[in-house]
C-alpha cells in the first residue's frame, strides 16, 4: 500500500545516488550518503512503499539495438470522448515502439516520443498502424536529429 512519506536530506541523497546507479550495494550507499547500511536499506524500503520509488530497470543504448531514430509525433484525436480517449490510450500502451506518451493541453491532444530502426520504419508504423487508428484524425512527426541531453534523474 502507497502511504505519504516526508523525505528528509538522507532520503535525497539516497534517491540521487540511486537514480545515477541502481547497482550500489548498501553497503557503498551508505558510504555515499553517511548512514549505515541497515539504515539505507529500511529506508530504500519505506521509499518503496511510498511509491517514491518505482521499478528498478536497466537502461539500453538505443544505436546498439537498432533503435537509434526518435520521433516525436503530435496526435489530434477524433473525438475527445472518454471511450476514444481510453481506446486510444489502450493502443499507446500496446505498441512497444511508443516509449513515451503525453496527454497534452493546446492544439495537439497528444504528444508521443516513438523509437525505430529507420525512417522507413517509422513510415510503416505511420502509415499503417498510428494513422489506421480509428480515434486519429491527424498527425505531425519530427525527428530528432541529435539528443542533446536525456536522463531519467529527476531533481530531488
Given at each position: 500500500?502507497?502511504?505519504?512519506?516526508?523525505?528528509?536530506?538522507?532520503?535525497?541523497?539516497?534517491?540521487?545516488?540511486?537514480?545515477?546507479?541502481?547497482?550500489?550495494?548498501?553497503?557503498?550507499?551508505?558510504?555515499?550518503?553517511?548512514?549505515?547500511?541497515?539504515?539505507?536499506?529500511?529506508?530504500?524500503?519505506?521509499?518503496?512503499?511510498?511509491?517514491?520509488?518505482?521499478?528498478?530497470?536497466?537502461?539500453?543504448?538505443?544505436?546498439?539495438?537498432?533503435r537509434g531514430v526518435n520521433v516525436m509525433c503530435n496526435i489530434r484525436m477524433r473525438s475527445h470522448a472518454m471511450e476514444a480517449r481510453?481506446?486510444?490510450?489502450?493502443f499507446v500502451n500496446s505498441r512497444p515502439e511508443i516509449v513515451q506518451?503525453?496527454?497534452?493541453?493546446?492544439?495537439?491532444?497528444?504528444?508521443?516520443?516513438?523509437?525505430?530502426?529507420?525512417?522507413?520504419?517509422?513510415?510503416?508504423?505511420?502509415?499503417?498502424?498510428?494513422?489506421?487508428?480509428?480515434?486519429?484524425?491527424?498527425?505531425?512527426?519530427?525527428?530528432?536529429?541529435?539528443?542533446?541531453?536525456?536522463?531519467?534523474?529527476?531533481?530531488?
Amino acid at each position: 500500500m502507497k502511504q505519504d512519506r516526508t523525505i528528509d536530506a538522507i532520503d535525497r541523497k539516497i534517491i540521487t545516488a540511486l537514480q545515477q546507479d541502481a547497482t550500489l550495494s548498501h553497503a557503498q550507499l551508505a558510504d555515499r550518503v553517511g548512514a549505515s547500511s541497515a539504515s539505507c536499506w529500511r529506508r530504500i524500503k519505506a521509499l518503496e512503499n511510498a511509491g517514491i520509488f518505482a521499478a528498478t530497470v536497466r537502461l539500453v543504448d538505443p544505436d546498439k539495438v537498432g533503435r537509434g531514430v526518435n520521433v516525436m509525433c503530435n496526435i489530434r484525436m477524433r473525438s475527445h470522448a472518454m471511450e476514444a480517449r481510453s481506446a486510444f490510450e489502450q493502443f499507446v500502451n500496446s505498441r512497444p515502439e511508443i516509449v513515451q506518451c503525453f496527454s497534452m493541453s493546446g492544439e495537439w491532444d497528444y504528444l508521443l516520443r516513438v523509437v525505430v530502426a529507420d525512417v522507413t520504419d517509422y513510415n510503416r508504423f505511420l502509415m499503417m498502424v498510428l494513422l489506421g487508428h480509428p480515434s486519429v484524425a491527424a498527425a505531425a512527426s519530427h525527428f530528432a536529429l541529435s539528443m542533446t541531453k536525456s536522463t531519467t534523474a529527476l531533481p530531488v
